[in-house]
């Protein structure tokens, strides 16, 4: 005679499979993907956008030289590049956003 434990496991097990079957008959569908569509930033971001024209017109690359002595070459963790985070806050301040995290979910 089986023991309370195993007669406990064997239920549980029958009613695993019970709901795996359910499962898959709630997630069974006939249709297929047919098509791929491939998106790029650029067909995202309008030709005319405040922010494509702050970038035509201001060069950032001086904020790596301007920042280069305050982090360490072969110390630690490698650094986020201090141009895009600067680009980052610059973003945040043109559109009134004052949440960090919420800086990072719209950029």
């Known amino acids: 005679m089986p023991?309370?434990?195993?007669?406990?496991a064997d239920k549980v097990l029958a009613h695993l499979r019970g709901l795996c079957y359910?499962?898959?008959?709630?997630k069974r569908t006939n249709e297929t993907?047919?098509?791929?569509?491939?998106?790029t930033i650029n067909q995202l971001v309008p030709k005319d956008?405040?922010?494509?024209?702050?970038d035509r017109a201001i060069d950032f690359s001086f904020i790596r030289e301007r920042?280069?002595?305050?982090?360490?070459a072969d110390n630690g963790?490698?650094?986020?590049?201090?141009?895009r985070l600067f680009k980052m806050l610059?973003?945040?301040?043109?559109?009134?956003?004052?949440?960090?995290?919420?800086?990072?979910?719209?950029v």
């Open 3 to 8: 023991s309370v434990g195993a007669q406990l």
């Open 22 to 26: 359910f499962e898959w008959m709630l």
């Open 33 to 39: 993907q047919s098509k791929l569509e491939m998106v």
């Open 49 to 54: 956008h405040l922010l494509r024209k702050i």
């Open 67 to 72: 920042v280069a002595a305050l982090y360490c």
């Open 77 to 83: 963790r490698p650094a986020l590049d201090p141009e």
């Open 90 to 106: 610059f973003i945040g301040y043109l559109f009134g956003i004052r949440s960090e995290r919420q800086l990072v979910r719209d």
